[in-house]
């Protein structure tokens, strides 16, 4: 669920001072935002999603239903026409496409712990790890925070977190064309008492199931 940011010796010694400063707050709003998204074992919903282009027109629209279980138990499923179901499972990732009557299986590496899902996850060093967080003020009880990838080869340029009081309110993805994909949740509980078998891949019968790596 990706970019880093020589002279005399008195602006080498700024530099290095506001460095640490940014890292220490920058460290500061990854635990902030770590506490936020820890504060449920489980959270299940719905959402809208649409897709915004570089000009501002929205161009795509979809809905659909989530949920999650600490610590990698997640299920997306967006409705038609674009219908789609993603299931993180014991350690895999498998995407069913309803259209082709497909499936694709794959392990839940490294290459996929920096992507948006993995905020569902609410481990302060993975997110520490994988991106530089800023938390950004909101309106009344809103918390806001931005997400840059640290490393490169990111599937996007930044994520926009904002929580209404405690409870994640919507995600905001930009991409490196100046694309924004926008996920509002709306009808969401948690504790709920999810548990794992709420997980597990339920493929039609006659599936064709595709192994990646095999």
């Known amino acids: 669920m990706l970019k880093s940011l020589s002279l005399r010796f008195s602006l080498v010694t700024i530099l290095i001072i506001a460095s640490f400063d940014l890292f220490s707050k920058t460290r500061t709003d990854a635990d902030e935002l770590s506490a936020l998204l820890s504060a449920s074992a489980d959270i299940q919903g719905s959402f809208i999603q649409f897709v915004v282009d570089g000009r501002g027109t929205r161009v795509q629209?979809?809905?659909?239903?989530?949920?999650?279980?600490?610590?990698?138990?997640?299920?997306?499923?967006?409705?038609?026409?674009?219908a789609q179901k993603i299931y993180v499972y014991q350690g895999e990732v498998t995407v069913y496409d309803p259209d082709l009557e497909q499936a694709s299986v794959q392990l839940l590496g490294d290459d996929l712990s920096a992507t948006p899902a993995m905020l569902f996850n609410g481990d302060a060093a993975l997110i520490a790890n994988n991106f530089i967080v800023e938390k950004r003020d909101g309106e009344g009880d809103e918390a806001q925070f931005l997400l840059f990838p640290s490393s490169e080869g990111s599937l996007f340029e930044v994520l926009r977190v904002r929580f209404k009081g405690t409870t994640l309110s919507d995600l905001r993805i930009t991409d490196s064309l100046g694309q924004d994909t926008t996920v509002s949740f709306i009808s969401t509980f948690v504790n709920s008492g999810l548990t794992e078998k709420d997980f597990k891949p339920d493929l039609p019968e006659g599936t064709d199931v595709i192994r990646q790596g095999e």
């Open 61 to 82: 629209e979809t809905r659909g239903e989530f949920k999650a279980k600490k610590p990698d138990l997640f299920y997306w499923e967006t409705k038609a026409p674009l």
